[in-house]
């Protein structure tokens, strides 16, 4: 055990290293320097935080467009997880704006708060991620078909429980977003048998996607991890 | 005939239910055996008999009080307490039955009936005692200078558990300390480190507002499936906030409209903050109790997933 820790920290330090080289390239660190420019316009524009669910110690690439052959702008690093914590913490971003299942974010920062220590260096300007590697924290009660208050509910965690538990966060990843709205895929086999049973998932959220996997529209997201939001019950800021 | 009491650890409670029994029957006796026993105590303790005896009597004991002019001062002055924000001391130097009998009386005075009857039965309910604090304290990290003390009435019990807590949102999530230019939104909020916008604009000027929990009661239930790998809690029913309007970092008439009972839901948790080395409580309004004493605080309520909270504004 205390092996795998050794290993896993070396193989952390050595990505971090690399960070800090693509880093210097980028700009990295100064959320005052200019955005990335980036060839591809997102399909959707949207504005929330979200988290980096990245667990390969080599972090996480972020492109000049929305596939994975475009040019790498910099890296994100990994969720952090010390031994003596028994959660991880993710990397925070901005999301912008939405094509094709990525996601363009910009702003990305450590949470020096959960990590306690001196944030890692990472590329901040704007560029493009897999929504496979980004996660939300719903504080809705409720998922649904479209992104509309009004439009029918799709997906429930249990009795009026929110969607911003460890579990639903954890098993939940980006599929497209519009506005102040997320598209969230989730698999089955994410969720341990104990809490799949408490899922309520109509059969209009598996509608079109391979078996085991539902998605359903969500707003009320809260872009910090170490406690809730407030105020998002009452939608858009006054004018 | 006066109860003797221990100087060290007096008996507050038995004093106060010796009153309370009385006062119907022989409210001048009762008077005088009440002024001869709190002679002695210190105002904190006098205050707490004052509060404990109060939530006993009934209507015919406050007649009968009320039939003399140093009875009727005395229900007054106990009446008029209820309005005030009590002082709070500071708990962890007060023995457990201190301790028990000053938190007993804040909830029986200002608790809505079911946490009263919660308390009565020997349910395990908290209290929230906040002491107020500006959100510009400690550069917007917030302070843990209030408490949150689990109390536990059961089987005789008569324990409570203080722990250290901020009730109170740090200026690190407002949005006037947000960058602008080279500067802050809001000039006063130049120190402060800021991490995140958060809150509701209740007063249309484009910047959100930071809120706290306003005092009162809530029920409150275990979060299920956690929070950051931890128990948490959450309220069950709509709550209320308040809003600093102002900016000024306080919570109070300055910001004529502050309370927001609508924007909130039931967001604003009990859970694990930074530790007290840390200097950071992780508070945009939730109650937060230091990572480094929360498993106490977890041990401390058992298997309970539903509970009272009584919070209140103190000094």
């Keep these: ?239 | 005939m006066t109860t003797s009491l221990n100087p060290f650890d007096p008996d507050i409670e038995s004093v106060a239910r010796a009153f309370a029994e009385r006062a119907a029957a022989a409210p001048d006796e009762a008077l005088s055996r009440w002024r001869a026993d709190t002679v002695s105590l210190s105002p904190v303790q006098r205050a707490t008999g004052a509060r404990l005896a109060a939530s006993q009597l009934n209507w015919q004991a406050k007649a009968a009080l009320g039939g003399s002019s140093s009875g009727s001062a005395l229900l007054a002055d106990w009446e008029s307490d209820r309005l005030r924000a009590p002082y709070v001391p500071q708990l962890p130097l007060l023995t457990t039955r201190q301790t028990y009998a000053y938190c007993a009386g804040i909830v029986l005075q200002r608790g809505t009936p079911g946490a009263i009857n919660a308390l009565k039965q020997g349910r395990m309910i908290l209290l929230g005692l906040r002491r107020e604090t500006s959100t510009l304290a400690n550069r917007g990290r917030g302070v843990y200078d209030d408490h949150i003390v689990v109390l536990n009435g059961g089987d005789g019990l008569r324990t409570a558990r203080v722990f250290p807590a901020c009730t109170e949102p740090g200026a690190q999530y407002s949005q006037r300390a947000a960058p602008k230019g080279t500067g802050r939104v809001d000039a006063r909020y130049n120190d402060v480190i800021y991490k995140h916008a958060e809150g509701f604009d209740m007063n249309g000027d484009g910047i959100k507002e930071v809120g706290r929990l306003r005092a009162g009661t809530y029920f409150f239930g275990e979060k299920p499936k956690g929070h950051l790998k931890a128990r948490a809690f959450q309220a069950t029913r709509t709550q209320t906030a308040e809003r600093d309007t102002d900016g000024d970092g306080r919570f109070n008439a300055l910001d004529p409209i502050r309370i927001d009972p609508t924007t909130v839901g039931t967001t604003m948790y009990i859970h694990r903050g930074g530790t007290q080395a840390s200097g950071n409580t992780w508070s945009a309004g939730c109650q937060t109790i230091p990572n480094d004493v929360y498993p106490r605080f977890l041990a401390s309520m058992g298997q309970m997933s539903s509970f009272h909270y009584v919070l209140v504004d103190g000094y």
């Excluded at chain 1, 914590?85 to 949470?111: K, P, T």
């Excluded at chain 1, 704007?126 to 996660?135: A, F, N, P, Q």
């Design chain 1, 1 to 239: 055990m205390a092996t795998d820790h050794r290993l896993r920290n070396a193989a952390l330090l050595l990505a971090t290293a690399g960070f800090a080289t693509l880093a210097s390239c980028a700009g990295t660190g100064d959320p005052a320097l200019p955005a990335t420019t980036t060839a591809e316009p997102p399909a959707s524009t949207c504005s929330f935080g979200a988290f980096v669910a990245e667990t390969d110690p080599a972090g996480l690439n972020v492109r000049s467009a929305p596939n994975a052959t475009a040019k790498v702008l910099g890296k994100l690093p990994p969720t952090f997880v010390e031994p003596s914590m028994n959660y991880g913490v993710r990397v925070e971003v901005d999301v912008v704006g939405a094509r094709s299942g990525w996601f363009l974010i910009r702003n990305a920062r450590d949470n020096e708060a959960l990590t306690d220590r001196p944030a890692r260096p990472m590329f901040s300007g704007e560029g493009w991620v897999s929504g496979s590697k980004l996660t939300v924290k719903s504080q809705a009660d409720v998922g649904r078909a479209r992104p509309s208050p009004k439009a029918p509910v799709v997906l429930r965690i249990g009795d009026n429980e929110t969607f911003d538990n460890d579990v639903v966060i954890e098993a939940g990843r980006l599929a497209d977003c519009n506005g102040r709205w997320a598209q969230v895929e989730f698999a089955d086999q994410r969720f341990a048998a104990k809490d799949r049973s408490s899922l309520k998932i109509d059969a209009a959220a598996r509608a079109g996607l391979p078996p085991g996997r539902f998605r359903a529209w969500v707003d009320r997201l809260c872009g910090i991890q170490e406690t809730s939001c407030d105020g998002l019950a009452g939608g858009d800021p006054a004018p």
